[in-house]
């Protein structure tokens, strides 16, 4: 388990002996290369020839960007001839955040470098607005209560130099009784907008006796033991009875702080109706057709996974992505553990047949924001944040991507036009 003195480490710089002044550690140089904040917004454009979703199709027209926003004008214009424009992807649960943190399990890199590398990872993938998804768990090690307030504290003091909006969702163990009310206390302290709550109490318990060496790889993340896992799991299960009363609380509180919440996993129909009943409305990777049918019959968003689009199925095992949006139960996709995954499960779709691309599209734009009650983002319009996923139309490949009026991610061709541009892409003073 990642104590709380481990997680200092990784927050705070290290004092130097002859000086007694922060030394230049991982943490802090990372922090010099950053020291920029805010890229300058780009002075007002236009950016034409492109083919543009707007409306809900596609059409061939131009998009102007003045002030962070979209607009209208007779602005200096770059020319897209060949690309599309869509609007930037919202992802509502990303666990590349992982990856980035400990690219090897026993290899943690600084909190600052796993964010800065999370937030390129989203931006050269047209991600606008990103979730991290982070446990509130039991399991210890970087799903741990100290774990998820360490890494709150960390993406608040990161998120002036971000390239995307980089949000937390934070993924609360039922069964984590005693821990409800601190969790409460972050999601306040922090402006956390979004929690779906876990259950993974059974799942442990059969693993251990099925699969005993994934149970004791899985306990080596948080520091323990198979064994003293299986005890911690065993603890929590003996008080089921007090779960209930505890998300109804949390229910109740988050209601009251405007947070949206759902559930994560669901089994069956019963699991995703007690949720639905409660308010945890989201319903993010069901398991099983019914759960999928249940949240559709009473209006719960279904999100799931654009891996399980990419890659024709679920990883581990559970209900197909194409079978849930074949039948018209799939809302949204989310990057899940892969970025690409997002740009390309929407020209899956379209090959498949089964959406057109601004339907697809919909699915990571627009359908997201709607679910975040985030009305200033997810289509191309008048007075919308400017949020732009730019895609070369031959290629599929992104090549740039543009953040609330500030250009995140360029690359290939498009960095050629806009460089084309020359002085008459100057940058807005601000």
Known sequence: MVSNQKVEKVQAPHQSAATNKPAKGPSTLVDDLLAPLLAPLLAPLRLTGATVLRDRQMINRSVAIAGGRIAAGPFPAVDLSGYWILPGIIDLHGDAFERHLAPRPSALFPLPMALAGTDRDAAANGVTTAWIAQSWSWEGGQRSPDFAEALLAAIAAYRPRALTDLRVQLRFETHEVDSAERLLGAVQAHGVDLV?????????????????????????????????????VQAAKARAREVPRTLCRLAEAFDRLGVVYGSHDDPDGETREAFAMIGARICE??????????????????????????????????IAAATLIRAG??????????????????????????????QAWAMLSEAPARIMRMPDRGVIAPGMRADLTIINQATRLIEATITGGRIAHLAGGAAHRFMAMGAGLSLAAE
Not at 200 to 214: F, G, K, N, R, V
């Open 196 to 232: 779906v709550f876990n259950n993974h109490i059974d799942e442990a318990l059969t693993m251990w006796e099925t699969s005993p060496h994934d149970v004791t790889l899985w306990a080596k993340r948080g520091g323990r033991t198979g064994e003293e896992l299986i005890a911690v």
């Open 285 to 318: 990777f069901p398991t099983s057709m019914m759960a999928a049918n249940v949240a559709h019959a009473v209006g719960d968003p279904v999100l799931m996974g654009a891996p399980n689009v990419v890659r024709g199925g679920s990883q581990a095992g559970n």
């Open 329 to 358: 139960r799939c809302d949204a996709l989310v990057s899940d553990y892969h970025y690409p995954a997002l740009s390309q499960a929407a020209f899956a779709l379209v090959d498949q047949g089964l959406r057109t691309l601004p």
